[in-house]
């Protein structure tokens, strides 16, 4: 895979960028040069956090959900995430993107790194034309983390992290001095985490995101459209449906639906105070299934909340900004 351009999260799109043959042979052989057994998450702490009179837990929170991820994928890749504490919202995640890609092209990068029976079945119902309505040539952005994961390595993004994860450690738990803590911590680090790693959708944007290739109707049809509540992700052409997509233009559509009387999960779009939930089986088989090569089948109990969700805007600098309220 080959780089022109980078997109900072979904804000500003750059040139196009084609997957030459070559390349292609390389992603699928995998990086020759890698020696580490597993995923790595090197998390960078910011002095707001160092500075945090309760920094010691705070960070203590984060490597934990930085190991969870570490003990369910074994791409030998290391993925920079910087931390910082922001005051209002509750999370924000700021991820490089780079791309678009034709989708044929991630289409075949995708077939040579499967590893488990999902990525399989999610192949194989991937038709071989493009899906993409109105974009007979492609219009696939992916993160640089995604990027690493799925070529073994080969980017370097211009600050140096795959992306940053600001959290309002003032209404989360664990959290600040004083802390209100309606929220999970863990849960919220959790949920952008997995936006830095890829999940996410581009409608709306430019250009579609991994994770739309995944999204159908109950009845089992491809739909890119953002109106009604019939939109689900599944990984074997709509027949097994894992999870309901967020269709509220108040919150990501690459996030599960939350609206009253469901059950929590860490990529809900929409808050539920109290709730913990923890990384589910519909967050680890969508990382699976862009390119993450999962180890683990049963999620590991680790302590763990809510949020509802804003998306903005401003100017290059594109955010997902996770609100209370």
């Keep these: 895979m080959t780089i022109t351009s980078f997109q900072f999260n979904r804000s500003f799109r750059g040139g196009a960028a084609v997957l030459s043959s070559t390349l292609i042979a390389a992603a699928l052989l995998g990086n020759s040069a890698a020696v580490q057994a597993s995923l790595a998450i090197q998390a960078t702490f910011d002095s707001t956090i160092t500075g945090d009179a309760n920094a010691a837990a705070i960070e203590g929170v984060i490597n934990t959900a930085v190991q969870a991820y570490q003990s369910y994928f074994s791409n030998p890749v290391t993925v920079n995430i910087n931390f910082q504490e922001m005051s209002s919202g509750l999370g924000q995640s700021n991820t490089w993107l780079a791309g678009p890609y034709s989708y044929s092209s991630y289409r075949a990068v995708l077939a040579g790194t499967a590893t488990t029976s999902d990525d399989a079945t999610a192949y194989n119902a991937l038709p071989a034309t493009n899906p993409i309505p109105g974009n007979s040539t492609g219009g696939i952005t992916i993160s640089s983390a995604n990027y690493k994961a799925l070529t073994g390595g080969g980017i370097t993004t211009p600050d140096g992290f795959d992306g940053t994860v600001s959290l309002n450690t003032h209404i989360t738990n664990v959290g600040s001095p004083g802390t209100s803590g309606q929220y999970s911590l863990l849960a919220t680090v959790e949920h952008e985490i997995d936006e830095v790693l890829g999940l996410g959708s581009g409608l709306g944007k430019s250009d579609l995101r991994p994770q ?10 491809r739909t890119y459209t953002t109106s009604g509540d019939d939109a689900y992700f599944s990984i074997n052409g709509g027949t097994a449906l894992l999870a309901r997509f967020n269709q509220s233009s108040g919150g990501d559509y690459g996030d599960w639906w939350s609206t009253g009387g469901h059950t929590p999960q860490v990529q809900d779009a929409f808050a539920t105070p109290g709730a913990n939930p923890l990384l589910g089986n519909s967050e680890l088989t ?19 909340a809510g949020w509802l969700f804003f998306s903005a805007t401003a100017g290059l600098l594109g955010f997902n900004r996770r609100t209370a309220g």
């Design 212 to 221: 739309d290739l995944f999204r159908f109707t109950q009845a089992g049809a």
């Design 286 to 304: 969508a990382l699976d299934v862009i390119g993450y090569n999962r180890v683990s089948a049963t999620p590991v109990p680790i302590p763990g």
